[in-house]
């Protein structure tokens, strides 16, 4: 069968960064099963997105679906034939379906016998179907926002200019939204709607476009913005500091990339360097220019920046200069105003700030910022306790937590202009004043910020990550906004995360569910409802355990073994379970599991444990058996108390025989009910020693093994 290539484009006004990916993507992905669905095939495919444009191209797609063979089934064979003559309803099945008696087929089911015909379909022409396809796209891409012109069913994230539609070196006819399809797409804007380009082939629309400028291929683009700042040289040398967030945006901004360098007065390089950053990358999509990286006592690369700056051009080269200078003046505007702020906020100390937190709202039934912070101040003092900190530590992290939010009154933060340095601008200010511990502690209680955002690396700042996200999800869970689904609009899932994280990085011993009880006390005195909701805000730190033993490689059903003992207590549930991970799948370990899960099955329905008496033990494999279950708690005295789990778990494998013998050599269900009941209460006791460790019952074993 013959192939044709099919290329299609949207063109449309710019669209904004963040619609184009998941737009592209989508249409990728209903392209791909739309053919699938249609049992048609494409030899390759490739998209491309610039904020003019979507595209997708495929090549070697056949003329026409392949004919396929169906089966039809009519009614009942006593409904279809009376007597072995057709009936009115056989009939007009064969009629219906074009078929005569000759070809009737028996269809032997479960529901019995029906007659049937086989009828051949014609493939329908793939450009048809391609048309069905294209007609219901724009309506299904899911935008966060669409626009609506002309026709209402049209509504898209921007108005739709033309349709760029080829099947083969053919045009694909269409008209969607009072626009016809055609062989011709456009270039840059500034080269206006007058030059259109036409495309002879769809193989050929690429490499057409790319000799007017425009790297519609979005991987290519890219590479070519990054190629290009890497190649750019300063007068005072230095480097473009790339930023992979904002080289993923700034090429969604562009379809013909052109990097540009400008400068601002080197007055402004007196401002704390985020801000300075903030403003060229975030507000204006510009990249820094780094002098030199020096790295600080911390281990964090501190980087001197440049008065430069590039910004990646869309507009014609020609007149590069006047856009450079239009760039110049709105950065040097905006840090203008950044050194105002600054400025106004550093003639009064940090802590001046503070009471201004009075009239900062954190939630309407939580009460305002001071409150938070009162909270966490308190909850750094509990975890200080737990910790046995020294006073001058304890202090530094009550100190800490007393500025922690202080930032956020100032103007820098409260004029809305640079929200995402909140712990920045109050380790800035707080330089001034006070120690660096309690500066770089306020900057780093907010994180981690992100999945991949590092952890502090303060105690300080530390502690206080964890009392402000402890006081935000008990609080937030509390008054009823327990996230679901994919709705977390506070990113509480983001805030437990880190919390385990930390204690778990630091090997904190503490109790989390005293930590957590605490914070509800504390809230529960502005809202007192938030105490009723303890259970599932213990129940969502679970879940939040749970994932991070998964990310640190644990098998599920090792994770189900030893979190339903205790997960209070962070650290000790990790160490059981990486000793249990470790000696999984050891040959003994297996025999272990087998016994254990052999003594839990056989008491697991005794609603009453009698008391283990040594006097009514008769048999003498039963004494043998609980001296040496009594030696095995004496060996285990120490390594439990030290919490060696993988000696103890050493230990409990090499007990295994034991159980394994006892078994074999005592019948424990005996019709003797004292001395069955006793037996009972000796396993009971061994099975209360193992799970100190973990319950080895739920360890999965191959059926095949058992």
């Given at each position: 069968?013959?192939?044709y290539d099919f290329l299609m484009e949207?063109?449309?006004?710019e669209?904004p960064?963040?619609?184009?990916q998941?737009?592209?993507?989508f249409?990728?992905s209903?392209?791909?099963?739309y053919i699938?669905?249609h049992?048609l095939?494409?030899?390759?495919l490739?998209?491309?997105?610039t ?15 392949d004919?396929?063979?169906?089966i ?8 279809a034939?009376?007597?072995?003559v057709l009936?009115?309803?056989?009939q007009?099945f ?5 078929a005569?008696e000759?070809d009737v ?6 529901r019995g016998e029906?007659?049937a015909?086989r009828?051949?379909q ?6 048809d ?11 299904s ?6 626009m609506i012109?002309?026709e209402p069913d049209?509504a898209?994230?921007?108005p739709i200019?033309w349709w760029l539609l080829l099947?083969g070196?053919q045009v694909?006819?269409?008209?969607a939204?009072?626009?016809s399809?055609g062989d ?7 080269k206006?709607?007058?030059?259109p380009?036409?495309i002879t082939a769809?193989s050929?629309y690429f ?5 007017h400028?425009i790297l519609a291929?979005?991987s290519?683009r890219k590479?070519?913005?990054r190629?290009q700042l890497e ?5 005072e040398?230095g ?5 992979d ?14 990097a ?12 704390p360097?985020k801000?300075?950053?903030c403003?060229?990358?975030?507000n ?14 911390n281990?964090?690369t501190?980087v ?12 014609d080269?020609q007149h590069?200069?006047t ?5 110049e003046k709105v950065?040097?505007?905006r840090?203008?105003d950044?050194m105002?702020?600054y400025?106004?906020?550093t ?6 700030y503070s009471d201004k ?6 939630q ?7 409150e ?5 101040s ?8 737990q910790?046995r900190?020294?006073q001058?530590?304890r ?18 933060l409260?004029?809305?202009e640079?929200t995402?340095l909140?712990?920045?601008?109050g380790?800035?200010y707080?330089?001034a004043?006070?120690l660096d511990e ?8 907010y994180m981690?910020r992100?999945?991949n ?7 300080t700042?530390s502690i206080?990550?964890?009392a402000d996200?402890?006081d935000?999800?008990?609080g ?10 994919s709705?977390d609009?506070?990113a509480l ?5 880190g919390?385990?994280q930390?204690?778990a990085?630091r090997?904190w011993d503490?109790?989390l569910v005293?930590?957590?009880d605490?914070?509800l ?7 007192a409802a ?5 259970e599932p ?6 879940q939040?355990i749970n994932?991070?033993l ?6 599920h059903?090792?994770i189900?073994?030893?979190m ?7 650290n000790?549930?990790i ?5 249990v ?6 040959d003994d ?16 329905d005794?609603?009453?444990?009698s008391?283990?008496s040594?006097t009514?033990l008769q048999d003498?494999f039963?004494k ?11 060996n285990?005295?120490l390594p ?5 789990y993988m ?10 025989s034991?159980i394994?013998r006892?078994f ?5 269900n005996?019709?003797n009910?004292p001395?069955r009941l006793?037996?009972y209460?000796?396993?009971?006791r061994?099975?209360a020693?193992?799970?100190r460790v973990?319950d080895?019952?739920l360890i999965?074993?191959?059926d095949?093994e058992?």
């Amino acid at each position: 069968m013959k192939t044709y290539d099919f290329l299609m484009e949207i063109g449309v006004e710019e669209i904004p960064a963040d619609h184009i990916q998941p737009a592209i993507s989508f249409i990728e992905s209903s392209f791909c099963t739309y053919i699938l669905k249609h049992r048609l095939t494409f030899r390759s495919l490739r998209c491309g997105s610039t904020p003019r444009r979507f595209a997708l191209l495929a090549t070697g797609m056949p003329e026409r679906q392949d004919d396929f063979e169906i089966i039809r089934t009519g009614p009942a064979m006593r409904i279809a034939y009376q007597d072995s003559v057709l009936t009115g309803a056989g009939q007009g099945f064969l009629k219906k379906n074009g078929a005569e008696e000759k070809d009737v087929l028996i269809q032997t089911t479960d529901r019995g016998e029906f007659i049937a015909v086989r009828i051949n379909q014609p493939g329908q022409a793939t450009p048809d179907l391609l048309r069905e396809w294209i007609i219901d796209l724009p309506a299904s891409i899911p935008f966060p926002k669409r626009m609506i012109w002309k026709e209402p069913d049209l509504a898209f994230s921007r108005p739709i200019r033309w349709w760029l539609l080829l099947w083969g070196d053919q045009v694909l006819p269409l008209t969607a939204g009072g626009i016809s399809s055609g062989d011709i797409t456009y270039g840059n804007r500034y080269k206006g709607l007058s030059n259109p380009i036409h495309i002879t082939a769809p193989s050929k629309y690429f490499d057409i476009l790319k000799e007017h400028g425009i790297l519609a291929d979005r991987s290519e683009r890219k590479q070519e913005i990054r190629a290009q700042l890497e190649s750019l040289s300063f007068p005072e040398g230095g480097r473009v500091i790339i930023d992979d967030n904002l080289l993923a945006t700034v090429t969604d901004l562009v379809e013909s990339p052109n990097a540009c360098t400008a400068s601002f007065d080197e007055f402004y390089l007196r401002l704390p360097q985020k801000i300075i950053t903030c403003t060229i990358n975030q507000n204006q999509k510009c990249f820094g220019v780094m002098q030199e990286a020096e790295a600080t006592a911390n281990g964090d690369t501190d980087v001197r920046l440049s008065n430069h700056f590039v910004f990646i051009s869309n507009g014609d080269p020609q007149h590069q200069g006047t856009i450079r200078i239009g760039n110049e003046k709105v950065v040097g505007a905006r840090l203008a105003d950044a050194m105002w702020y600054y400025n106004e906020d550093t003639r009064h100390p940090l802590e001046y700030y503070s009471d201004k937190l009075e009239q900062v709202v954190f939630q309407s039934e939580l009460g305002t910022m001071a409150e938070k912070t009162r909270r966490i101040s308190a909850l750094a003092d509990i975890i200080s306790t737990q910790l046995r900190l020294p006073q001058e530590e304890r202090d530094l992290a009550r100190r800490s937590a007393s500025l922690a939010k202080a930032d956020l009154a100032t103007l820098m933060l409260g004029e809305k202009e640079f929200t995402k340095l909140q712990g920045y601008i109050g380790m800035q200010y707080a330089r001034a004043t006070e120690l660096d511990e309690v500066a770089r502690g306020i900057y780093e209680h907010y994180m981690p910020r992100g999945q991949n955002d590092r952890l502090p690396s303060t105690l300080t700042g530390s502690i206080v990550a964890v009392a402000d996200k402890v006081d935000t999800v008990c609080g937030i869970i509390g008054i009823g906004m327990l996230p679901t689904g994919s709705a977390d609009p506070f990113a509480l899932r983001r805030a437990a995360n880190g919390v385990v994280q930390i204690i778990a990085e630091r090997n904190w011993d503490f109790d989390l569910v005293a930590l957590i009880d605490a914070a509800l006390i504390s809230i529960g005195q502005k809202n007192a409802a938030v105490r009723e909701q303890r259970e599932p805000i213990i129940g969502f730190f679970r879940q939040r355990i749970n994932w991070l033993l998964q990310q640190m490689g644990l098998d599920h059903d090792v994770i189900d073994s030893v979190m339903h003992i205790d997960t209070a207590h962070l650290n000790d549930l990790i160490k059981r379970a990486r000793a249990v991970q470790t000696h999984k799948g050891g040959d003994d370990f297996f025999k272990l599991v087998i016994g254990f899960k052999r003594v839990s099955n056989i008491i697991k329905d005794c609603t009453h444990i009698s008391e283990f008496s040594e006097t009514l033990l008769q048999d003498d494999f039963e004494k043998e058996f609980y001296l040496a279950t009594e030696e095995l708690v004496r060996n285990l005295k120490l390594p439990l108390e030290t919490k060696d789990y993988m000696t103890v778990l050493d230990k409990l494998v090499a007990f295994g025989s034991e159980i394994d013998r006892f078994f074999e050599k005592v019948l424990v269900n005996c019709e003797n009910i004292p001395l069955r009941l006793n037996r009972y209460a000796l396993l009971a006791r061994l099975r209360a020693l193992f799970l100190r460790v973990a319950d080895l019952a739920l360890i999965v074993v191959d059926d095949n093994e058992k």
